[in-house]
């Protein structure tokens, strides 16, 4: 396997994401809470709720979530 210094799941940050997080991404210009479900390095799997489709998954580029992760309630 080929080592990198790429960091899995990092946002700019420099915060690790794990799974099980609460964070929000801007969807169709408004902001969605979402929840982690895999990470790897340059994406990242999550849970989002829509209105007629819950828990749906959502793939998203880690550089496209500059908005970063909300305190765990």
Do not use: N
Not at 7 to 23: C, T
Not at 26 to 46: H, M, R, S
């Amino acid at each position: 396997m080929r080592k990198s210094g790429y960091k899995q799941g990092f946002l700019g940050r420099g915060e690790a994401m794990k799974v099980g997080d609460k964070i929000k991404i801007d969807f169709a210009g408004k902001k969605k809470e979402a929840t982690v479900q895999k990470v790897f390095p340059k994406t990242v799997y999550l849970k989002v709720d829509f209105d007629k489709d819950k828990q749906k998954t959502v793939k998203r580029k880690i550089s496209q979530l500059d908005a970063g992760k909300s305190k765990k309630k």
